[in-house]
C-alpha cells in the first residue's frame, strides 16, 4: 500500500499507521505480526515498528504474541460524531423509534461505495450479521446506503459505484446497471428504500434520509427486522411511519443545533462568540 499519495505533503508514515488499525475488524479481532504485515501490505519490520508505536500510543495491545484494538480506538470515531453533533441529537429519537417497533435502528453515512455506521441502537435478537459503530458494507445492498447514493448528483454516483468496497464483503454487482439507476431513482422520488434479504439472508430494512439545516442528505437512518418473524407489510405500514417521523425529527433537531451560537474560551478565561459563529 505504500507509494499513494501524490502530494508532496502526503505522509506515508502515518497512512501506514492508519493501515494497520484498520486491518482489524470483527473477523480478525486478534492478529499476529506476520498477518498485519501481510494484510497492510507493508514489510514485516516496518509493520512491527508501527505496532509498536501504536501499543504505545494506546490503541493496540499486544499479549501471546497477537496484537488488538483497545477501546481508544473508539475515541477517533466518537471525534467525529461528535463534531457533527448529529449522535447526540439522534440518539433520545432512535432509542424511542426502537421502544416502539422494538427492532433495531441504525444510522450511517457515506464512505465510498460503502456505508459506515455513525449511531446504532439495538435490540437483543439473533440476526445474521454483526454491526457496530463502525462497521461498513456495500452501499447498494443496504436500504441506507440506497437512500445515500440516490442522493448523489450522476456524475458523482458514477465516481462513488466505481470505487471498490473496503468492507470485506462482496460488493453488489447488477446484471442490468440500469436496475441500479432506476431504483435509485424510485428511492429519490418516494423518500425511502428497501433491502430484502440483500445484504446476507434473513436481514430485511427499510431506511430513510437525515437531511443538515441546508436540506442536504448527510445520513440515512433504517429499522432492520428479521425476515421470518416480520412481513413486508408490517415493516412498511407500521415501522416505516414511525421512521419517517424520526428521522425528520432528528433533521429538525440537528438544522438547530447547527444554528446554535459557538463560543469560546479568550486568553483571559472569558467566553466570547467564536470567529463565524452565529
Given at each position: 500500500m505504500a507509494g499513494r499519495g501524490s502530494s508532496p505533503d502526503f505522509v506515508e508514515a502515518l497512512a501506514r499507521g492508519l493501515d494497520v488499525l484498520t486491518c482489524f475488524d470483527a473477523r480478525r479481532p486478534r492478529m499476529s505480526l506476520t498477518?498485519?504485515?501481510?494484510?497492510?501490505?507493508?514489510?514485516?519490520?516496518?509493520?512491527?515498528?508501527?505496532?509498536?508505536t501504536l501499543e504505545e500510543l494506546g490503541y493496540v495491545r499486544g499479549a501471546d504474541g497477537d496484537f488488538a484494538l483497545t477501546p481508544k480506538v473508539m475515541r477517533l470515531g466518537i471525534a467525529y460524531a461528535s463534531s457533527l453533533g448529529l449522535w447526540d441529537v439522534a440518539r433520545p429519537h432512535l432509542a424511542d423509534l426502537v421502544a416502539a417497533t422494538?427492532?433495531?435502528?441504525?444510522?450511517?453515512q457515506l464512505d465510498g461505495s460503502d456505508i459506515v455506521y455513525v449511531a446504532r441502537v439495538a435490540v437483543p435478537k439473533i440476526i445474521a450479521l454483526r454491526v457496530d459503530i463502525g462497521t461498513r458494507f456495500p452501499a447498494l445492498r443496504t436500504s441506507q446506503g440506497k437512500v445515500l447514493l440516490a442522493a448523489l448528483e450522476p456524475g458523482r454516483l458514477e465516481e462513488v459505484l466505481a470505487e471498490p468496497s473496503r468492507s470485506g464483503l462482496p460488493p453488489f454487482?447488477?446484471?442490468?446497471?440500469?436496475?441500479?439507476?432506476?431504483?435509485?431513482?424510485?428511492?429519490?422520488?418516494?423518500?425511502?428504500?428497501?433491502?430484502?434479504?440483500?445484504?446476507?439472508?434473513g436481514v430485511?430494512?427499510?431506511?430513510?434520509?437525515?437531511?443538515?439545516?441546508?436540506?442536504?442528505?448527510?445520513?440515512?437512518?433504517?429499522?432492520?427486522?428479521?425476515?421470518?418473524?416480520?412481513s413486508m407489510e408490517t415493516l412498511l405500514d407500521r415501522h416505516l411511519p414511525r421512521l419517517l417521523r424520526?428521522?425528520?425529527?432528528?433533521?429538525?433537531?440537528?438544522?438547530?443545533?447547527?444554528?446554535?451560537?459557538?463560543?469560546?474560551?479568550?486568553?483571559?478565561?472569558?467566553?466570547?462568540?467564536?470567529?463565524?459563529g452565529r
Open positions: 498477518d498485519i504485515a501481510t494484510a497492510a501490505g507493508l514489510a514485516r519490520p516496518t509493520a512491527r515498528r508501527l505496532l509498536l422494538h427492532e433495531s435502528s441504525s444510522m450511517a454487482v447488477p446484471n442490468d446497471p440500469d436496475d441500479v439507476a432506476k431504483e435509485l431513482m424510485t428511492v429519490r422520488a418516494r423518500g425511502w428504500a428497501l433491502a430484502d434479504e440483500e445484504l446476507a439472508p430485511r430494512s427499510v431506511a430513510v434520509p437525515v437531511r443538515d439545516g441546508n436540506g442536504t442528505v448527510q445520513a440515512a437512518m433504517n429499522v432492520t427486522v428479521h425476515a421470518a418473524e416480520t424520526a428521522a425528520s425529527d432528528i433533521s429538525g433537531d440537528w438544522a438547530l443545533w447547527q444554528q446554535r451560537p459557538h463560543a469560546e474560551h479568550g486568553p483571559d478565561g472569558e467566553l466570547r462568540p467564536a470567529a463565524g
